[in-house]
């Protein structure tokens, strides 16, 4: 989940963050962060730059239009990832379902991943992360079939398991056709 706040750069100091930056930190971090910038963070929302790119195709499939007699064999959308046991994996869960995705989840005791954007007033957004038990994402044992695959940079680079099982996947997804 994404929460957003307008704080100015005073804040972003204080607390040690690298403006304009992704900030990772641990879980009891960011909710001292969340505490600190109180009734300042104006919405959650479900965020994940896989989930939003996962949204657009499938809000794309439902707009598309095919020719009058031509079968539309559908596209169908999915994403995966880990949730914790929590309300925020409950509502990242819902806003899948919501938008049509198919939720290939794994479901770990913890809490969910969240980033919380701090905007300042010139615009720039400095980003405080919590990848919470998304780094705890483990290889599944069947992949689906799809013609394409996405990962996000911050999975693939993100230091630990989760990179190593997304380029797993990468090449795994590579042999079976998908581009």
Known sequence: MDGFAQVGADFLSTHKLSLGSSNFM???????????????????????????????????????????????????????GSLGTDDVGTR?????????????????????????????????????????????????AELPKAKYFFITSITGLTPGPISHVAWMMVEQMRRAGSK
Request: net charge positive; proline share 6%; with cysteine.
């Open 92 to 140: 990242f869960l819902d806003a899948l379902r919501m938008h049509g995705i198919q939720p290939l989840m794994q479901h770990v005791n913890g809490s969910s991943g969240r980033i919380l954007a701090f905007v300042t007033p010139e615009g720039q957004r400095t980003f405080a992360v919590s990848l919470g038990v998304s780094e705890q994402y483990k290889m599944p």
């Open 26 to 80: 641990d879980n009891a971090r960011l909710a001292q962060l969340e505490k600190d910038v109180g009734p300042r963070i104006r919405s959650w929302d479900p965020g994940d730059n896989g989930r939003n790119v996962c949204e657009s195709f499938a809000r794309l499939q439902k707009e598309v239009k095919m020719p009058a007699g031509t079968k539309n064999i559908g596209t169908g959308v999915a994403y995966a």
